[in-house]
């Protein structure tokens, strides 16, 4: 199989493409556009509550925008902590069902450690049993020529 390089794709190839001016114009008209039209009502409203209260308090026209203004701050906030309460909810449930399956999943993590280290131990005892037997019959050896030579020194281990 031959070995293949990626080919070089640059930006400004990527931006030549059918594909990505349809996607520029599907950003513009589903996300730009969408956005500005709700900032401009929103300044609007703004602007409408600056000329208005700029205007003077007649027959009570303040205290309506007023209490127009402490609905929308109520109901922005209430949003927001309707968002932290669903987050809380959430995480709080899936550490319950994390929990639950917490000693099911340790006792699986537990076997499957087991056998690695019975695995591990077999293997190694297959490795190390020659070089075990070696070593004892170079030991033995040495011993039986050293009680025939009248050697009863102890020998330093050699590392």
Same mark, same amino acid.
């Given at each position: 199989?031959?070995?293949?390089?990626?080919?070089?794709?640059?930006?400004?190839?990527?931006?030549?493409?059918?594909?990505? /001016?349809?996607?520029?114009?599907?950003?513009?008209?589903?996300?730009?556009?969408? $956005?500005?039209?709700?900032? $401009?009502?929103?300044?609007?409203?703004?602007?409408?509550?600056?000329? +208005?209260? *700029?205007?003077?308090?007649?027959?009570?026209?303040?205290?309506?925008?007023?209490?127009?203004? $402490?609905?929308?701050?109520?109901?922005?906030?209430?949003?927001? *902590?309707?968002?932290?309460?669903?987050?809380?909810?959430?995480?709080?449930?899936?550490?319950?069902?994390?929990?639950?399956?917490?000693?099911?999943?340790?006792?699986?993590?537990?076997?499957?450690?087991?056998?690695?280290?019975?695995? +591990?131990?077999?293997?190694?005892?297959?490795?190390?049993?020659?070089?075990?037997?070696?070593?004892?019959?170079?030991? *033995?050896?040495? *011993?039986?020529?050293?009680? $025939?030579?009248?050697?009863?020194? /102890?020998?330093? /281990?050699?590392?």
């Amino acid at each position: 199989m031959e070995n293949t390089s990626k080919p070089e794709i640059s930006r400004d190839i990527i931006k030549k493409t059918i594909e990505f /001016k349809k996607h520029r114009k599907q950003i513009f008209w589903q996300i730009y556009f969408p $956005l500005a039209i709700v900032l $401009l009502i929103i300044i609007a409203i703004i602007v409408l509550a600056v000329i +208005t209260a *700029a205007k003077g308090d007649a027959e009570g026209v303040n205290s309506k925008w007023a209490s127009l203004t $402490l609905m929308v701050i109520i109901l922005m906030s209430s949003v927001v *902590a309707l968002v932290v309460a669903a987050m809380l909810y959430g995480s709080v449930y899936l550490l319950a069902k994390g929990i639950k399956k917490t000693p099911e999943i340790s006792l699986q993590a537990q076997y499957l450690f087991n056998l690695v280290r019975d695995k +591990t131990r077999e293997v190694m005892n297959i490795v190390a049993a020659p070089i075990v037997k070696i070593g004892g019959a170079a030991q *033995a050896v040495t *011993a039986f020529s050293d009680r $025939l030579t009248g050697k009863n020194k /102890k020998r330093s /281990k050699s590392v």
